[in-house]
């Protein structure tokens, strides 16, 4: 199988200070390479503060690298500006933590599905209206919540239309980050059965990153395990969560208060 996106050498640094040579920046990711494989779901796990999140931040391009390379389908588009960057976010978009952010509130449902196609000047008027109802019959919403606002939803709802919002411009590579975090552990369930659902739809590759090795182990295929900016462990989901190699992956495994409690 193909790699969709390979990551050669990944820097990044904050903070610092020429002028105050004791103000040392911190570095959030640290010398990492890995590859995703074309339709895999791919996990990034570890604690608060590993630089998972800064990862997925800077493959999006909406943090620029110190160094390295990210190749997407071929090309390295770790400098790519203008028109160039904007058409590579259409085709790699993020699912994030709080749809109370990612979400305006201001906007109707209806226009927040239809904006990602406006910004890529996809598909007439009539193809855009078809599409938005046929992903909302995927998600099992009828016409009628075209016309409700953000805060009328429930967390599971509003985190739905996050994720069908950004599949509307038919991307094939989606970085979830903390994606179900923030909901019951009911709901959980829910959203990750739909992100499963909407992936075999859709033909989608997934980087999902998470604090939770139940989450990640219930979605992915392979797990990297990142820790001080590095990543210490990769394997296949089934392995690593069975039979860990890194002592760090092994503390975060026994941690964990129950394995095995996301159910389909």
Not at 112 to 127: G, S, V
Request: proline letters at 3%; hydrophobic letters at 40%.
């Amino acid at each position: 199988m193909e790699n969709i996106l390979e990551i050669r050498n990944l820097k990044k640094s904050f903070g610092g200070s020429k002028l105050f040579k004791s103000r040392n920046p911190k570095v959030a990711v640290d010398n990492i390479s890995f590859e995703i494989k074309r339709g895999e779901v791919f996990g990034l796990v570890g604690e608060s503060g590993c630089g998972k999140s800064t990862t997925g931040n800077l493959i999006s391009r909406l943090l620029t690298i110190d160094s390295g390379e990210i190749i997407y389908r071929g090309k390295n588009i770790s400098s790519l500006k203008g028109r160039g960057l904007k058409s590579m976010r259409k085709n790699i978009q993020m699912i994030f933590q709080d749809p109370y952010h990612s979400l305006n509130p201001k906007k109707t449902l209806g226009w927040i599905l239809m904006e990602p196609m406006i910004i890529h000047n996809l598909y007439t008027r009539e193809e855009r209206n078809r599409k938005i109802l046929e992903m909302l019959e995927i998600a099992g919403f009828d016409e009628t919540f075209l016309k409700k606002y953000p805060h009328e939803l429930s967390g599971g709802q509003r985190q739905r239309i996050a994720i069908l919002a950004a599949l509307m411009c038919e991307p094939d590579f989606v970085i979830a980050d903390e994606s179900v975090s923030a909901l019951d552990v009911s709901v959980q369930a829910q959203i990750l059965n739909f992100m499963k659902k909407l992936q075999r739809k859709m033909g989608l590759t997934y980087l999902f990153i998470s604090h939770d090795l139940n989450v990640v182990y219930y979605m992915c295929d392979r797990i990297a395990v990142m820790k001080d900016g590095k990543i210490v462990e990769i394997d296949e989901a089934e392995r690593l969560y069975t039979n860990p190699k890194h002592p760090y992956t092994r503390a975060l495994l026994e941690a964990v208060p129950g394995r095995n409690q996301i159910e389909d």
